[in-house]
């Protein structure tokens, strides 16, 4: 039971998912930063992120997998690393090359795609080394971008539904966040994916490349 419960959260929140997830938090939370505003505009965003964050590098991984260039999806041996990390640090870096210059999404999202970008060759920098767990690479940075999403929120996240909207404490929202965070990190431990060390260095890493593309970019 409890395996196949950290085996979903694991899935759930992989690092690959993090940037769509923060997408949608910006778009349905403060959907003014964004300069297109009608659905379809929104809908091709959205499926574009997909397609460079999610899609292609999983793709990458999938076609390393069919060669033989990794015994398992799962990635045991952290040389084995080495190619997906590399793949979707091109995505990434090809991502931020081309929303840097353009308004349709907002400075503050620039923020979170070169803080993953920086994160990403840091961990794949330490992961010659010793081994690192990309899952709380993505968890420290999730928590770090919802608290500087905090900043353009006026100390509530306004949840758009349609003509509804629901106004949530920030304090709750950010603890939430570092609540499934910490649930990251228990469920990679209980998989015995990764130690106490391995897990703090990803969650010290995440957050460090939010706060370094920050300070880059305001």
Same mark, same amino acid.
């Given at each position: 039971?409890?395996?196949?419960?950290?085996?979903?959260?694991?899935?759930?929140? /992989?690092?690959? +998912?993090?940037?769509?997830?923060?997408?949608?938090?910006?778009?349905?939370?403060?959907?003014?930063?964004?300069?297109?505003?009608?659905?379809?505009?929104?809908?091709?965003?959205?499926?574009?992120?997909?397609?460079?964050?999610?899609?292609?590098?999983?793709?990458?991984?999938?076609?390393?997998?069919?060669?033989?260039?990794?015994?398992?999806?799962?990635?045991?041996?952290?040389?084995?690393?080495?190619?997906?990390?590399?793949?979707?640090?091109?995505?990434?870096?090809?991502?931020?090359?081309?929303?840097?210059?353009?308004?349709?999404?907002?400075?503050?999202? /620039?923020?979170?795609?070169?803080?993953?970008?920086?994160?990403?060759?840091?961990? +794949?920098?330490?992961?010659?080394?010793?081994?690192?767990?990309? /899952?709380?690479?993505?968890?420290?940075?999730?928590?770090?971008?919802?608290?500087?999403?905090?900043?353009?929120?006026?100390?509530?996240?306004?949840?758009?539904?349609?003509?509804?909207? +629901?106004?949530?404490?920030?304090?709750?929202?950010?603890?939430?966040?570092? +609540?499934?965070?910490?649930?990251?990190?228990?469920?990679?431990?209980?998989?015995?994916? /990764?130690?106490?060390?391995?897990?703090?260095?990803?969650?010290?890493?995440?957050?460090?490349?939010?706060?370094?593309?920050?300070?880059?970019?305001?």
């Amino acid at each position: 039971m409890l395996k196949n419960l950290s085996k979903a959260i694991s899935l759930l929140f /992989h690092p690959l +998912f993090v940037l769509i997830y923060l997408l949608l938090a910006t778009l349905y939370i403060n959907p003014y930063l964004f300069s297109v505003q009608d659905p379809k505009s929104r809908n091709i965003l959205l499926i574009s992120v997909l397609m460079i964050t999610v899609v292609l590098p999983l793709i990458s991984i999938l076609m390393m997998r069919f060669l033989g260039l990794l015994a398992s999806l799962e990635m045991h041996d952290k040389m084995e690393r080495v190619g997906p990390l590399i793949a979707t640090g091109i995505f990434y870096l090809w991502l931020y090359v081309n929303i840097r210059s353009n308004s349709y999404l907002p400075t503050l999202y /620039h923020v979170f795609v070169l803080g993953s970008t920086i994160s990403l060759f840091v961990a +794949f920098f330490i992961n010659n080394f010793t081994k690192i767990s990309l /899952h709380t690479v993505g968890a420290g940075g999730l928590v770090f971008a919802f608290i500087l999403l905090h900043q353009y929120s006026y100390g509530q996240f306004e949840i758009y539904a349609g003509s509804s909207v +629901f106004s949530i404490s920030t304090i709750f929202i950010i603890a939430l966040i570092v +609540f499934i965070a910490g649930l990251i990190g228990a469920s990679r431990m209980y998989l015995k994916a /990764h130690n106490k060390e391995q897990l703090y260095l990803g969650y010290l890493v995440g957050i460090l490349g939010q706060l370094f593309a920050y300070n880059i970019i305001y």
